[in-house]
């Protein structure tokens, strides 16, 4: 794999070839967004300037399957306070016929 006109030798397991070039590749990306921002950078530089545009996309990807998530726990919250509700109405109207048929007010 090649990043910034470097050659790495890395290992995967067996059918993972493709998907490590591929990640080779975004932080190819990402190193070229960075040089067609502020021009040429020492290797370190450009590697942990990638390094942190794709810590903060992760960051904001985790961000949002955190929300995601929240909102489907008060989607569930809501339609089980639904339930819970509609049996206490279903044990109220048994509880108001039992009160009737006993003469209880």
């Given at each position: 794999?090649?990043?910034?006109?470097?050659?790495?030798?890395?290992?995967?397991?067996?059918?993972?070839?493709?998907?490590?070039?591929?990640?080779?590749?975004?932080?190819?990306?990402?190193?070229?967004?960075?040089?067609?921002?502020?021009?040429?950078?020492?290797?370190?530089?450009?590697?942990?300037?990638?390094?942190?545009?794709?810590?903060?996309?992760?960051?904001?990807l985790q961000?949002?399957i955190?929300?995601?998530?929240?909102?489907?726990?008060?989607?569930?919250?809501?339609?089980?306070?639904?339930?819970?509700?509609?049996?206490?109405?279903q044990?109220?109207?048994?509880?108001?016929?039992?009160?009737n048929?006993?003469?209880?007010?």
């Amino acid at each position: 794999m090649t990043i910034n006109g470097y050659a790495y030798t890395v290992g995967c397991d067996d059918g993972q070839e493709e998907h490590l070039q591929a990640m080779a590749q975004e932080v190819e990306n990402h190193i070229e967004q960075i040089r067609k921002l502020g021009g040429q950078s020492g290797e370190g530089r450009l590697l942990a300037l990638a390094s942190l545009l794709m810590a903060d996309k992760l960051y904001d990807l985790q961000n949002h399957i955190n929300e995601i998530n929240n909102q489907n726990t008060i989607k569930k919250l809501e339609e089980e306070n639904k339930r819970l509700k509609e049996q206490l109405m279903q044990f109220t109207i048994r509880v108001e016929g039992i009160a009737n048929k006993l003469k209880i007010s």
